[in-house]
């Protein structure tokens, strides 16, 4: 990513229902650091993600419980990255009988289902699936303000990374059916029109598959390993990001092998279009 983080304060009130807590952990990966949610308008709310457990978190929330006089019912977790869910232990030592729900829970949480509604003054958040990101991960319909919680699969700034290409194109499209106005994202600033940033996201990663088919189109001898391909399509990027973005394009090939579009030579480790020799 090469667009500068814009300066996001610990703590932020972004709608009279939504108010973000930094997780106190920016790194190159987490951006300005995990955003977490406190959701709703009464005294008792619900939590979007934990962190991963600093310190600077947990002081954080127990200054906004004191100041709004409110407490946090539930905690819902959009998926097992570290960085989204090691506050529990802090967030149980602060609130005994607050209920923590994650898809495939651990051992003392609770279920979340596709469709499941949690419900608080002021607050509706809708659970939807959107595997891509991880296979388990959770995207939140917040139904007041036709707005998403879209945890890691759509940031504030920069473009995600995914474990599955194709589970999370098809997750893209899905989710941008789902809302018409912003985006919290799990990291990053918000995102006013949500449904369109999901929309560049998916213009983004069919420009990348284009690259790549493009790029294997061109003869080469000896064939083209995946480095070969990043040196090419990253060729004006700093070369410590070409081992990361290998990643990505080993995901692209992957998917596009599914697709029917490239082959794999195992043995040379080499990939070319289909029907195209690799020799």
């Given at each position: 990513m090469t667009e500068p983080l814009v300066p996001l304060p610990a703590v932020e009130?972004?709608?009279?229902?939504?108010?973000?807590?930094?997780?106190g952990n920016p790194s190159k990966f987490t951006l300005q650091g995990t955003n977490t949610y406190i959701v709703g308008q009464g005294p008792k709310r619900l939590l979007v993600d934990t962190g991963e457990g600093k310190p600077e978190w947990i002081a954080s929330i127990k200054s906004v419980l004191?100041?709004?006089?409110i407490t946090i019912e539930k905690a819902i977790l959009t998926h097992w990255h570290h960085d989204h869910i090691q506050g529990v232990p802090d967030l149980v030592k602060q609130i005994e009988d607050v209920k923590v729900y994650k898809n495939e829970?651990?051992?003392?949480?609770?279920n979340i289902s596709d469709g499941q509604k949690f419900e608080t003054e002021g607050a509706t958040l809708r659970a939807f699936h959107c595997p891509g990101h991880t296979e388990d991960h959770m995207a939140l319909i917040l139904e007041e303000e036709d707005a998403m919680f879209t945890a890691d699969?759509?940031?504030?700034?920069?473009?995600?990374?995914?474990?599955?290409?194709?589970?999370?194109?098809?997750?893209l499209s899905a989710m941008s059916k789902?809302?018409?106005?912003?985006a919290y994202p799990g990291h990053g600033p918000v995102i006013e029109d949500?449904?369109?940033?999901?929309?560049e996201y998916i213009k983004h990663r069919k420009q990348r598959e284009k690259q790549v088919l493009d790029v294997l189109?061109?003869?080469?001898?000896?064939?083209?390993?995946?480095?070969?391909?990043?040196?090419?399509i990253y060729k004006d990027y700093p070369?410590?990001?070409?081992?990361?973005?290998?990643?990505?394009?080993?995901?692209?090939?992957?998917k596009l092998e599914q697709d029917g579009k490239v082959v794999h030579n195992e043995d040379k480790d080499t990939w070319s279009l289909s029907g195209k020799s690799s020799l």
């Amino acid at each position: 990513m090469t667009e500068p983080l814009v300066p996001l304060p610990a703590v932020e009130k972004l709608s009279s229902r939504v108010i973000r807590v930094l997780g106190g952990n920016p790194s190159k990966f987490t951006l300005q650091g995990t955003n977490t949610y406190i959701v709703g308008q009464g005294p008792k709310r619900l939590l979007v993600d934990t962190g991963e457990g600093k310190p600077e978190w947990i002081a954080s929330i127990k200054s906004v419980l004191e100041k709004e006089n409110i407490t946090i019912e539930k905690a819902i977790l959009t998926h097992w990255h570290h960085d989204h869910i090691q506050g529990v232990p802090d967030l149980v030592k602060q609130i005994e009988d607050v209920k923590v729900y994650k898809n495939e829970p651990q051992d003392g949480w609770l279920n979340i289902s596709d469709g499941q509604k949690f419900e608080t003054e002021g607050a509706t958040l809708r659970a939807f699936h959107c595997p891509g990101h991880t296979e388990d991960h959770m995207a939140l319909i917040l139904e007041e303000e036709d707005a998403m919680f879209t945890a890691d699969n759509v940031l504030g700034q920069g473009t995600a990374v995914f474990e599955d290409l194709a589970k999370y194109m098809a997750s893209l499209s899905a989710m941008s059916k789902q809302f018409k106005g912003r985006a919290y994202p799990g990291h990053g600033p918000v995102i006013e029109d949500g449904p369109a940033k999901i929309l560049e996201y998916i213009k983004h990663r069919k420009q990348r598959e284009k690259q790549v088919l493009d790029v294997l189109a061109q003869d080469k001898e000896g064939g083209w390993t995946s480095m070969d391909i990043v040196k090419v399509i990253y060729k004006d990027y700093p070369e410590n990001l070409w081992e990361p973005a290998r990643s990505g394009i080993l995901k692209i090939l992957d998917k596009l092998e599914q697709d029917g579009k490239v082959v794999h030579n195992e043995d040379k480790d080499t990939w070319s279009l289909s029907g195209k020799s690799s020799l």
